[in-house]
């Protein structure tokens, strides 16, 4: 599929990273830049490598969901990591790219607040707005291939009735359309910044933006595991711990989440703005 101007031609002049988007490859369409991606890791890329689409026909999410989206309205792509961390602390990279995320994004939309609903989707007015995917092989003694994927609405005005009332797009918040080329320069170098802060040891700091801007913090939520069948567990959301687990404060004790999904009652997550 040929590259898709005029992102591809727009970014370049725009981008302050070192690494992040060194390559660059923007397709009009493809099934999912995530699979994409992971073919040109196999084939050696450096990491920091993206590929993006205008469109994609198969976009995957977390929990094996499709991931949908309006073809050139928003931000697809994916990023190629080899992080040098041992697979405990591999948690903390989704973490700290869904930090990333709200920070580009904040100056965008203020006065909303972007907040992080654990493990990294970014919600704007208590609606998801992104949501970060990654995937990879652990190789035990070699640094991981990752690939972390971001699907983030940008422009589009409306969403399928099945998610209408869940999602969001930076639009339809800051009441304007916005320039793509120039947000995803802003998103690869805050990607690029929180990933180096992780590999340079500041998990401390990726732990405290999380949870300055997590979602339902101090609330009673549930925990699915729709993976394994376990039954939901129930408690209250405490933070993350250091290796970017969920603290739940539970009726039977404190507990440590490493994987689920987290849903609130309705209506009680507070709004920022
Ligand atoms: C989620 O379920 O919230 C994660 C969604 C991730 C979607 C992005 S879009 C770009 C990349 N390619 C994919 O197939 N998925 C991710």
Redesign the pocket.
């Given at each position: 599929m040929p590259i898709a101007p005029p992102l591809a031609t727009d970014l370049p002049p725009l981008l302050r990273t070192v690494r992040f988007g060194r390559p660059l490859r923007w397709l009009a369409e493809t099934?999912?830049?995530?699979?994409d991606a992971a073919a040109w890791a196999v084939e050696g890329v450096a990491e920091g490598a993206v590929v993006g689409?205008e469109h994609?026909t198969?976009?995957?999410?977390?929990?094996g969901?499709a991931?949908s989206?309006a073809p050139g309205m928003n931000l697809?792509?994916?990023v190629v990591l080899r992080p040098p961390l041992p697979p405990e602390r591999l948690g903390l990279v989704p973490l700290a790219a869904g930090v990333a995320v709200a920070e580009a994004v904040a100056p965008w939309v203020a006065p909303v607040v972007p907040q992080l609903k654990w493990p990294?989707?970014v919600l704007l007015g208590g609606r998801?707005a992104?949501?970060?995917?990654l995937e990879g092989h652990l190789a035990p003694g070699t640094p991981s291939t990752l690939v972390l994927?971001?699907?983030l609405n940008v422009n589009q005005p409306d969403f399928p009735p099945e998610i209408v009332g869940g999602a969001t797009s930076l639009a339809l918040e800051a009441g304007r359309p916005l320039p793509r080329a120039p947000l995803l320069a802003d998103l690869l170098l805050a990607l690029e910044r929180r990933y180096d802060a992780l590999l340079g040891g500041d998990e401390a700091g990726v732990c405290a933006a999380f949870e300055a801007r997590m979602a339902g913090r101090g609330i009673d939520a549930a925990v699915a595991f729709a993976e394994d069948g376990r039954p939901p567990l129930r408690g209250t959301l405490l933070g993350v711990d250091p290796t970017g687990a969920l603290r739940l404060a539970t009726p039977d004790g404190p507990r440590l989440v490493a994987a689920g999904e987290v849903t609130f009652q309705k209506g009680k997550l507070r709004r920022e703005k």
């Open positions: 099934g999912s830049t995530n699979a689409a994609q198969a976009g995957r999410g977390r929990h969901r991931w989206d697809l792509f994916s990294n989707d998801k992104a949501g970060l995917l994927g971001l699907g």
